[in-house]
């Protein structure tokens, strides 16, 4: 989960999809790997690559790159933007660049503004990611069953929340309503994140199979914060689909609940950013939320890495 404040005035203003060219009639997909459950697909910048970057629907900013493969194309300069986590603190001020073009799926997103920013070690293996704003204007769909990413034009039609469901943008990124028994909370589908989670906040609302327990630390771009783990007594409910028991994660460092990757992993997943709709295909209703797994589950040993910003507590 990655937020840049501000961004989503400045990316729209930068991204031109009326002069995005060849062929918007059609799908355009493409083989998405899974890594540590998160998606990667291969990207093209300026004419150059392919280069292996992550799609994150939960950074705001239409593209992060890394400062050496920035530097390796030479992208020219576009000014700074603040990058701020949820939590509203670990704020700084970051370089930003300019590429002519950035290809994924064969769609061609021109003039896009990119945020130059080094990347946490459990991105380790990317050179960037994609973020929800530069798919504006699309439909979008991940989907996990297939390992495939496609893009095209239209727009979902409402089915009365089964399983097309409303979202609303905070901060620019996709915001659902799930119930979990008579508690209900607003979450965040963020294919950049881990597994279920909650704040910290929540944690007396839910009934448990065992208690929160503290487990680790964990960090993003620019926070660190503890981490407690427990498993829930009753049904998540997301539309017509539930996640019976599930294992959920729970943090002091975002404001609401998180549904990450490993929870979306038998979900083919489709946004229609210009509707507020997002569409959730499953071959099953019923479905478990299992620990997430060691690879991208943050532990007490910390880890060195380099940040353009510091890392800043959350209590």
Known sequence: ????????????????????????????????????????????????????????TGTNA?????????????????????????????????????????????????????VEHSLGDDDIECEGLLGFALFRGLLFTLDFTQHELTLASGTLAPDGGHAVLPFHLRNGLPVITIHVGEFTTEALLDSGGRGLSFPNADAGKLHYLSQPANYGSGRSLSTSFALKSARLDGKVLIGDYSMANPYVEFNSAFPFANIGPIPMQRFAITFDQRAGLVRLSSASLEHTVEPTPDPVRLTNAPTVYTSNLKLLPVD
Do not use: Y
């Open 1 to 56: 989960m990655r937020w840049i404040r501000g961004w989503p005035a400045v990316a729209f203003a930068v991204i031109a999809f009326a002069a995005v060219a060849p062929c918007q009639e059609r799908a355009h997909s493409t083989q998405i790997e899974l890594i540590h459950g998160k998606p990667f697909v291969n990207v093209t910048i300026d004419g150059k690559g392919p280069f292996r970057f992550v799609v994150d």
């Open 62 to 114: 239409p593209v992060i790159i890394s400062p050496e493969l920035a530097n390796r194309l030479n992208l020219p300069g576009s000014g700074h933007v603040n990058m701020v986590d949820p939590s509203g603190i670990g704020e700084g001020r970051v370089p930003a660049v300019l590429a002519s073009s950035v290809e994924v799926a064969g769609f061609q997103f021109r003039n896009v503004k990119a």
